[in-house]
């Protein structure tokens, strides 16, 4: 009788995607309009398991909208930081209600806030530890179920985001995750002209001089001029 022979079992520990997946995918829809790129990842499975990251900010309702007319199922990852503006989660609430996204709120670990910000002022002393225990990690675990992320960044945002593809590797951790920006290439006016066209909502605070809304201790008016 033949020796038994024992498989061992194995981990894959290779990234999901490389940069050339990456590269490939740019190739492939470049020219593509941004909702048929969408419709073509999503009900495809070009990226596997999605997840769209969304703080429900200025301009957030686009990016919904577009992934919503593809796939209402795609879970939309909120950071419910504990430390938002009340208009913020009333924004949230009323664009997951009209849109009907699958909404997913992320939050802080009670056991990191009550070993690091007991009394909830670490934003005032130490903003970097605050954005780790009520976004970095929060948004860490959840990521472990996902092969890529949407975003909302756009290219006209800042000097560095300039040129910014609409596929990318994820450099946050070794994983390989695809993150897509189907808002590569858009510009202010286009984003405008989307809101006007679909009806959609503004957040309240852009009209009271907040073009850009975060957690309200660290986020500011624009001063006129």
């Known amino acids: 009788m033949g020796k038994e022979v024992r498989i061992r079992d194995r981990i894959d520990l290779s990234p999901r995607f490389v940069e050339s997946d990456a590269i490939r995918l740019n190739n492939m829809f470049r020219g593509r309009d941004t909702s048929e790129m969408l419709e073509s990842v999503l009900r495809d499975g ?22 919503a007319s593809v796939d209402k199922s795609v879970p939309v990852l909120f950071l419910d930081t504990g430390k938002h503006f009340d208009e913020t989660l009333a924004y949230r609430d009323r664009l997951a209600e ?4 699958n909404l997913v709120n992320l939050m802080p670990d009670p056991a990191d806030l009550a070993a690091r910000d007991e009394n909830g002022l670490r ?10 225990l009520r976004k970095v990690r929060p948004l860490a675990r959840a990521m472990t179920r996902f092969d890529a992320t949407i975003t909302g960044r756009k290219g006209f945002q800042s000097a560095t985001r300039r040129g910014l593809p609409r596929f990318e590797i994820d450099k946050s951790d070794a994983e390989g995750r695809l993150k897509i920006n189907p808002l590569a290439d858009w510009d202010a006016d286009r ?18 001089g907040y073009p850009s809304i975060g957690c309200a201790p660290c986020t500011n008016k624009v001063k006129p001029g």
């Open 191 to 208: 984003i405008a002209a989307y809101f006007e066209e679909h009806d959609l909502p503004r957040h309240t605070l852009v009209a009271q």
């Open 123 to 132: 934003w005032s002393f130490d903003p970097d530890g605050c954005c780790d």
């Open 98 to 101: 009209r849109l009907n996204l």
């Open 46 to 67: 070009l990226a596997g398991d999605v997840g769209l990251v969304s703080s429900f900010g200025a301009e957030s309702a686009v990016l919904l909208h577009l992934v």
